[in-house]
């Protein structure tokens, strides 16, 4: 009865997956030319940018990363900007994280036990923490009380206004005069100068 079913049911999956007959080349006999002729290195999800040299790569991700040291936090992100050139065409920032699985990664293999400056700042209105680029992050990312935050974080009104990255992963508000290491980020998102520097 179920193989009946299953047949029932089947019937018609031919039209519902654009099955078509392959022959003995592995090649669909009907295709049209226009899907045949897609070229073979066009594939969902590549990048579409380039990077500068000294970005890598890291798991899945479409982002390439940096690690450097000893800037303030102001100096880490115009450094990281200043790593684009007229040969790439991404763009380059302190890293911005749109998920969680990008944090996780770049806590677990970049941080290096050590802690880094990250792409986010109150410096420009005191309380409202903004990423560097343009990349639609949801507004409650970091949220003002919630995870990312560490323990009782951000706790330094207008004296801690960017965002350090700690050991476990979670960020604290900070002096951004200090001289940490950073994390640069190269991807298809602008910094967008409006979201960091104070009016
Ligand atoms: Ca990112
Ligand atoms: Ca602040
Ligand atoms: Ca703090």
Not at 19 to 29: I, N
Not at 37 to 56: E, R
Not at 118 to 144: F, M, N, Q
Not at 147 to 165: D, I, L, R, T, Y
Request: proline fraction near 7%; charge should be negative.
């Amino acid at each position: 009865m179920r193989w009946l079913l299953l047949l029932g049911l089947c019937a018609g999956c031919d039209k519902l997956f654009d099955l078509r007959h392959v022959d003995s080349m592995g090649e669909a006999a009907d295709a049209p030319a226009d899907v045949a002729d897609v070229p073979a290195d066009i594939a969902i999800d590549m990048p579409t940018f380039t990077c500068p040299a000294g970005y890598g790569s890291l798991s899945n991700l479409s982002s390439k990363y940096r690690r450097s040291t000893g800037f303030d936090w102001l100096g880490a992100e115009l450094d990281c900007e200043d790593d684009r050139d007229n040969t790439t065409t991404g763009s380059t920032h302190l890293v911005v994280f749109a998920d969680d699985a990008e944090r996780v990664l770049v806590t677990t293999v970049l941080l290096a036990n050590d802690t880094a400056w990250i792409g986010v700042t109150d410096r420009r209105l005191e309380g409202i923490w903004k990423w560097v680029s343009d990349e639609p992050v949801p507004a409650t990312y970091p949220g003002p009380n919630g995870a990312p935050w560490g323990a009782n974080e951000p706790n330094g009104s207008v004296n801690e206004n960017c965002v350090q990255m700690v050991m476990s992963g979670t960020f604290n508000d900070y002096a951004c005069a200090a001289v940490l290491p950073y994390i640069c980020e190269c991807d298809s998102h602008v910094p967008v100068m409006d979201n960091y520097q104070p009016p």
